[in-house]
């Protein structure tokens, strides 16, 4: 299962991460956000130990929302060594982002 990643929680799980990481940032209201989640939770559990990846309730969490200017969602943030490195908006398959969290792996 994905981590719950909060205002409270978020510069120790991902900007001290020393993996790469992966934040969906999603709503409960989100039709394309169910579409997604799911496949965060595969993906969390398939790099489980070689990635980070998260969740973030933008209804409860609007401050890491404000700092990487997310407006629409799903949002899915890439981040590695502290900084973002990639973005993607709106509901894609799988394969997009694995491809995406494996180029943060250097695989």
């Given at each position: 299962m994905s981590l719950e990643i909060t205002d409270?929680?978020?510069e120790e799980l991902v900007m001290k991460a020393d993996k790469p990481v992966l934040l969906d940032f999603?709503?409960?209201?989100?039709?394309?956000c169910r579409m997604v989640g799911p496949i965060v939770n595969e993906l969390s559990k398939q790099y489980e130990g070689k990635a980070v990846i998260g969740k973030v309730d933008v209804d409860?969490?609007?401050n890491i929302s404000l700092?990487?200017?997310v407006?629409?969602?799903p949002t899915l943030l890439f981040f590695k060594g502290g900084?973002?490195?990639?973005?993607?908006?709106g509901a894609v398959p799988k394969s997009v982002l694995e491809g995406k969290l494996k180029a943060q792996m250097g695989a």
């Open positions: 409270a929680n978020f999603w709503a409960e209201w989100c039709g394309p409860s969490n609007p700092q990487f200017g407006r629409n969602i900084k973002m490195v990639d973005k993607q908006v």
